[in-house]
Nanobody, 114 residues
Framework: QVQLVESGGGLVQPGGALRLSCAAS????????MGWYRQAPGKQRELVSR???????NYGDSVKGRFIITRENAKNTVYLQMNSLKLEDTAVYYC????????WGQGTQVTVSS
């Protein structure tokens, strides 16, 4: 059974930075793409960034140039470095892996506020 556990969220001022981590259980991690999604109150969940099993990445338009996704297969972990945070980045951030079945973590709250 796949389990994903996010961490690293918190309260940060505009312009600040946070690094999110997502640790995955099981041995399937390195074979699949991983994604970070976010959902703000009253909005649909949206893709933030995705990284393939071989390290190719893509980003949502709103975070390009500010966020960086990386993965460390030896630790079954994917990271999201978030820089130059804006008020509109406030959301619950979720980690995802899809091995034919979509698996989600519990989410971690990121709040950008002055």
């Amino acid at each position: 059974q796949v389990q994903l556990v996010e961490s690293g969220g918190g309260l940060v001022q505009p312009g600040g930075a946070l690094r999110l981590s997502c640790a995955a259980s099981g041995s399937i991690f390195r074979f699949y793409a991983m994604g970070w999604y976010r959902q703000a109150p009253g909005k649909q969940r949206e893709l933030v960034s995705r990284i393939t099993s071989v390290g190719s990445t893509n980003y949502g338009d709103s975070v390009k140039g500010r966020f960086i996704i990386t993965r460390e297969n030896a630790k079954n972990t994917v990271y999201l470095q978030m820089n130059s945070l804006k008020l509109e980045d406030t959301a619950v951030y979720y980690c995802n892996i899809n091995n034919g079945v979509s698996h989600w973590g519990q989410g971690t709250q990121v709040t950008v506020s002055s």
